[in-house]
């Protein structure tokens, strides 16, 4: 099992910035990749920034050159500990969300039309994110 906690959300105005965090703790040995998803009082949850262990990252259109994917890992004799960063830049009142953290590892298959699926699949609690004025 891996376990992820989220922090860093908050209030901002428009125009500012913020960065999420999620400690990723557990048999994180499994894990290939991690992202972060968002989901909107009206919307699906939706892709917004992705992240592989070989140091490929992925961002949806709506975020490009605002956001930036990254990570950090600790290794040491008692534990090892991951961390991904969601530094927020120039954000945007479309951007208030509820983000959670996803860690996946184990490919398997990509249903037609739908998120693919993974041996190892886990979600963080979610962090909100408002932006307003």
């Known amino acids: 099992q891996v376990q992820l906690v989220e922090s860093g959300g908050g209030l901002v105005e428009p125009g500012g910035s913020l960065r999420l965090s999620c400690a990723a703790s557990?048999?994180?040995?499994?894990?290939?990749?991690m992202a972060w998803y968002r989901q909107g009082p009206t919307n699906e949850r939706e892709s917004v920034a992705m992240?592989?262990?070989?140091?490929?990252?992925?961002?949806?259109?709506?975020?490009k050159g605002r956001f930036t994917i990254s990570r950090d890992s600790t290794i040491s004799k008692d534990s090892t500990k991951l961390t991904v960063y969601l530094q927020m830049n120039n954000l945007r009142p479309e951007d208030t969300a509820v983000y959670y953290c996803?860690?996946?590892?184990?490919?398997?298959?990509?249903?037609?039309?739908?998120?693919?699926?993974?041996?190892?699949?886990?979600w963080g609690q979610g962090t909100q994110v408002t932006v307003s004025s």
């Open positions: 996803n860690a996946v590892g184990g490919f398997q298959t990509v249903p037609a039309g739908k998120r693919p699926l993974y041996e190892y699949d886990y």
């Open positions: 557990g048999s994180i040995g499994n894990i290939e990749s």
């Open positions: 992240i592989t262990f070989g140091g490929g990252t992925k961002y949806a259109d709506s975020v």
